[in-house]
């Protein structure tokens, strides 16, 4: 029987005094999955009904309903707020910035308070600027959003994009491998780590040695899906599959964040794959039993 996040904390009340078990990670519901035919709050109430133990929030429409409103949500559902987007656009222009600095600390107090420490964001894997200038730029802006984020608690998670066609978009390719993420995130603040997607993983050619190198500390948070056997110039975006139809080593991916520790989300993107005239609750589902097999068969859950 598929014990959700709601029946977890009640057999980890019991025998968390004794040390016996510790929570481990949980499946968080994305919109990937639903095709945007639900709107917050009814989303996490999906995620709830479905069983997901958290779900992927939407923080500037979690804001609009309210602070109290959101935490009470949230005790009801007793669900976890996994993670939410940054909403600073730090590779734009510099008003663009300098617009989203603004509203950033009220952002992450309140992610804060509704225990979503969690806000993740996407590095540019190429640009129009030359990289080392660029790597100057990102760096200061990263550095600065750290700061405001540090006092609220909040980590940050960088996502590297590894397919071909995203680094080869622009004149100048930027940050794409997992292991120069990484390095850029510590250089950037002690709580900016990486938002490791296995599909990115895979087409930038990383392995579990990366994820251990990284360790648990700089793993914000995990996006799940698989791949077809293609080669790397048709790769797109929008050509995911779920976990467990394609050839990404899924296994290994999972053992080794077992490995470091990690014990939050794990949110099933598989970007193009589910029907457009599937529910919102069956494409939900669907998610939800994929991702399970893969990480039980990991032995991960």
């Known amino acids: 029987m598929r014990m959700n996040r709601r029946q977890w904390i009640g057999l ?78 730090f590779a734009g222009d510099e008003q663009a910035f300098q617009n989203g600095m603004t509203g950033l600390p009220e952002a992450a107090q309140f992610a804060a308070a509704i225990d979503c420490p969690r806000l993740l964001a996407i590095l540019p894997p190429a640009g129009k600027t030359p990289k080392d200038e660029l790597r100057r730029i990102l760096k200061d802006r990263l550095a600065a959003i750290s700061e405001v984020l540090a006092k609220s608690n909040v980590r940050l998670g960088l996502e590297f994009l590894g397919p071909l066609h995203f680094r080869t978009a622009q004149p100048y390719e930027f940050i794409w491998r997992m292991d120069e993420a990484l390095e850029f995130a510590r250089e950037c603040g002690p709580n900016i780590g990486l938002l490791l997607d296995v599909w990115h993983w895979y087409h930038a050619g990383a392995t579990a040695q990366d994820i251990l190198a990284a360790g648990k500390s700089r793993i914000v948070h995990v996006h799940l899906s698989d791949c077809p056997k293609m080669p790397p110039e048709q790769v797109r975006d929008n050509q995911r599959v779920l976990p467990g139809e394609g050839v990404i080593p899924l296994v290994e991916f999972f053992q080794a964040l077992k490995k470091i520790g990690y014990t939050d989300g794990v949110s099933p993107e598989p970007l193009g794959r589910i029907p457009k005239d599937m529910s919102a609750e069956e494409g939900a589902k669907l998610g939800l039993d994929t991702a399970t097999a893969v990480m039980r068969k990991a032995g991960v859950i």
């Open 12 to 89: 980890a009340a019991g025998l968390a005094a004794s040390g016996a078990v510790e929570p481990g990670m949980y499946l968080s519901l994305n919109s990937s999955l639903t095709g945007g035919k639900v709107g917050w709050p009814e989303f996490a109430r999906l995620a709830a009904r479905v069983g997901y133990g958290g779900v992927d929030v939407n923080l500037a429409a979690a804001r609009k309903e309210g602070l109290a409103e959101t935490r009470a949500l949230f005790a009801e559902l007793q669900i976890a707020a996994s993670n939410a987007n940054l909403g600073v656009n």
